[in-house]
């Protein structure tokens, strides 16, 4: 389970039911928790965090593993199923704006640089301006919201900024949709407007693509936690059950 910008492990803490039927790895972003803060430009490109991600696998001895991304952590565990198809039995995914968008215009650019710009200079007081920052998630439960602030809070400065860089320009995998052969669920936050296009999209492109509706926002896996584990359960556990001749549909 790969968590989104400015969160950490914590973000799946309402979702520990499924560990009575997985085993449950949570990774934290570099920057971010536990990990340590990318040494280079190089380092914090999505290749290289997709490659981070294998080296987990590989250090814990799996074969074969299910992956779950959030927000920014959906376009790291999209682009890891595309890569390393092979050592992915299933995916789900939440809203992922990055990781569906199409590229970016001059005006979104200057932006993101903007931001970058003002997250060295001012530090963490510019990062809870930020939308997604935990501190302004109204329908998180209080103390899980005090946790994941202060996670936030306590992220490397400058690896955010690299992050913001080298990987938020280069999240999204659009364009390569239509390579994945790995069985997927997008668990959709219903709430979340500004995604509601990109499900849209998703759902005409690539009918393949499981797609469970939820009512909630951005960080459905919170907001909906009993849904969530029902529908993540119930998909990877049909997978597992089913023959191996039908765990990778075809793309239309």
């Known amino acids: ?19 009575q039927e997985f085993r449950v790895v949570r990774i934290d972003l570099p920057a971010h928790g536990l990990s340590p803060t990318p040494e280079d430009e190089a380092d914090a490109t999505p290749e290289a965090l997709v490659q981070a991600i294998e080296a987990v696998r590989a250090r814990l001895q799996i074969s074969r593993w299910h992956i779950c991304g959030q927000s920014f952590g959906a376009a790291l565990t999209l682009r890891y199923a595309l890569t390393f198809p092979h050592r992915v039995i299933a995916q789900v995914f939440t809203n992922a704006n990055g990781a569906l968008r199409e590229t970016w215009d001059a005006a979104q650019q200057r932006r ?28 998180f439960p209080p103390d899980l919201r005090e946790i994941l602030s202060r996670d936030a809070d306590s992220t490397d400065v400058a690896g955010i900024a690299l992050l913001l860089a080298q990987a938020t320009p280069r999240l999204s995998v659009r364009d390569r949709l239509g390579q994945l052969r790995v069985p997927t669920l997008l668990v959709n936050g219903v709430w979340e407007k500004r995604f509601q296009p990109a499900r849209k999209w998703l759902s005409e492109t690539y009918p393949h693509i499981v797609i469970e509706d939820l009512q909630g926002g951005h960080s459905i896996n919170i907001e909906c936690p009993d849904e969530f584990n029902a529908a993540v359960s119930l998909f990877l556990s049909d997978i597992d059950d089913a023959p191996l001749r039908n765990r990778s549909p075809s793309p239309q």
């Open 1 to 19: 389970m790969v968590h989104g910008m400015l969160s950490s492990r914590n973000h799946w803490r309402p979702n520990r039911s499924l560990s």
């Open 112 to 139: 993101n640089l903007n931001q970058i710009d003002e997250i060295l200079q001012e530090g963490h007081a510019a990062m809870r301006r930020m939308a997604y920052h935990p501190c302004h998630a109204r329908r």
